[in-house]
């Protein structure tokens, strides 16, 4: 299974797909689950949507759900002498934009450029972090009319170039995009691996859009498929690097996949997760002998912080890949990956007709 998911994660991972231009990689999502799930959509919104049906009546709705999405930026301005100024779309920070190269999709043929901002003047300058408004993109014109004749228009999204590697012995993998891809590359192989198996429980695996801008396509989805339960893939923070105390790593990769308690965004957007589809998970991984290790996350969210608020409630749980150097190059270990599949499997397989969710008055 290594080598297909690598070869899934690197056909994944390279496509464009900034929030609100998922287009490409949904297509990709659609052809690669045809043939294996009972039906698929795209919905209005843009979300894949596919169902492996239950070989009962009635039975339980699982949604199990990862975006599509990636951060990136969306060009504002071009000024007259041909560089670029962008808006972010998602959690951008100045300090990935440094001398980074970048790729412009324009309608007429993509287009290279680095991001770089004005040199600092004054000590002080050089001692703070530049505000995301003075970065610019240079794609190498002179001009307004030669950027503008390469096909560069206002609101065309760019997308970082972080080539997807193997490091070290193999198991290692370096790639922008795996937030979240590597979820929705777990979502297409637990659908494979469901296939040919008779469930009691209808399985919608979704690949949403737009979660780097608020969990829109998860909230949507959600809806239209009103869950009885459900299961986001996503990435979490690995800290197991020099200088971060152990306890604050949150989750160490090649540990195994971690099961989520909870975690917040601020305000509304976040989880803890429900008791029953965690002890759920935890159990199948002890059964199963599956590595896995637990997760509370102090900042960031998934998918299931709109899901599970989603009509009168959705019981809601996530699956984290152990993932270094979030929104930037990323780098995580494809056995978690292997492993995930493997949980996400199992745990699906155990719902059954009559299983219940709510708690116990």
Do not use: W
Not at 135 to 144: E, V
Not at 155 to 170: H, Q, W, Y
Not at 235 to 256: F, H, S, Y
Not at 279 to 305: N, Y
Request: a neutral charge; aromatic letters at 6%; proline letters at 5%.
């Amino acid at each position: 299974m290594e080598n297909e998911i690598k070869s899934l994660l690197k056909r994944l991972t390279e496509a464009p797909g900034v929030s609100g231009n998922e287009i490409d990689v949904g297509k990709m999502i659609y052809h690669e689950l045809e043939g294996y799930v009972d039906s698929i959509e795209t919905d209005n919104f843009g979300n894949v949507i596919s169902l492996k049906k239950a070989t009962v009546k009635d039975g339980p709705k699982i949604m199990l759900a990862g975006h599509m999405d990636e951060i990136g930026l969306l060009v504002k301005h071009i000024d007259e002498k041909g560089f670029l100024y962008f808006e972010k779309i998602g959690g951008v920070s100045p300090r990935s934009l440094f001398s980074q190269p970048v790729i412009v999709h324009c309608k007429k043929s993509p287009v290279s450029g680095l991001t770089s901002c004005k040199p600092p003047e004054t000590p002080e300058e050089a001692n703070k972090m530049p505000d995301l408004k003075t970065f610019f993109i240079d794609i190498g014109t002179k001009s307004k009319a030669e950027a503008e004749k390469l096909g560069v228009r206002i609101g065309d999204p760019v997308t970082f170039e972080r080539p997807f590697k193997i490091l070290g012995s193999g198991n290692i993998l370096a790639s922008k995009a795996f937030d979240d891809r590597v979820g929705v590359c777990i979502i297409i192989e637990t659908m494979k691996n469901l296939a040919k198996k008779r469930l009691e429980s209808n399985v919608y695996g979704v690949a949403d859009v737009q979660e780097e801008v608020g969990c829109r396509g998860a909230q949507v989805a959600a809806y239209k498929i009103a869950p009885d339960m459900a299961i986001a893939v996503d990435i979490t923070l690995a800290g197991d690097i020099p200088g971060v105390a152990e306890k604050d790593q949150v989750t160490r990769v090649g540990a195994g996949p971690a099961i989520k308690v909870m975690d917040d965004a601020g305000g509304a957007l976040g989880l803890i997760s429900h008791l029953k589809v965690r002890e759920l998970l935890v159990s199948t991984a002890e059964e199963e002998k599956i590595p896995h290790q637990m997760e509370v996350l102090p900042k960031g969210s998934t998918d299931a912080a709109t899901i599970h608020l989603t009509r009168e409630g959705v019981p809601s749980c996530v699956i984290s890949i152990p993932t270094r150097y979030a929104h930037s190059y990323e780098l995580l270990d494809v056995k978690d990956v292997v492993n995930a599949v493997r949980l996400l499997t199992a745990t699906v397989r155990k719902v059954h007709k009559g299983f219940s969710f709510k708690y116990s008055s």
